[in-house]
């Protein structure tokens, strides 16, 4: 097998409860969250929240109670298709804009900062 396909993202961040109410209370995502100790390894230990999915194959999405260092100033990318209605929600709860919905080679797109500074953006498939 090839090496390259990403199915893992973890995200550290400053306050769970607050990226609790971004990524599943306002964008929908499926985190469910679990507090457990396995050693002392920061990245699968502790207060967090996480989803899987497959979708040929196997990913992994999480977002961690901070140690130390919070994750700031990268891009996440997420597929929808209700950009319109993802926008009006996310405008609306007052998180900042990068940009609006605007059409793309490869679809609608729309950028926002989540809680802790991160770009976290949404395509919708030109043919969703």
């Known amino acids: 097998m ?19 109410a971004f990524y599943r209370d306002l964008l929908g995502l499926p985190l469910k969250r679990d507090d457990h100790a396995i050693g002392q390894d920061r990245w699968i230990s502790g207060d967090h929240a996480a989803t899987s999915w497959r979708d040929g194959r196997f990913l992994h999405f999480a977002l961690y109670k901070s140690k130390g260092a919070v994750t700031r100033d990268v891009q996440l990318g997420f597929a929808t298709d209700e950009l319109d209605a993802l926008h009006e929600r996310i405008a609306a709860a007052g998180h900042t804009v990068d940009h609006p919905p605007r059409d793309e080679p490869w679809g609608r797109t729309a950028r926002y900062r989540d809680p802790d500074g991160n770009s976290v953006s949404f395509t919708q498939a030109a043919d969703a």
């Open 2 to 20: 090839a090496t390259g396909a990403l199915m893992l993202v973890v995200v550290e961040v400053e306050d769970l409860d607050r990226a609790l």
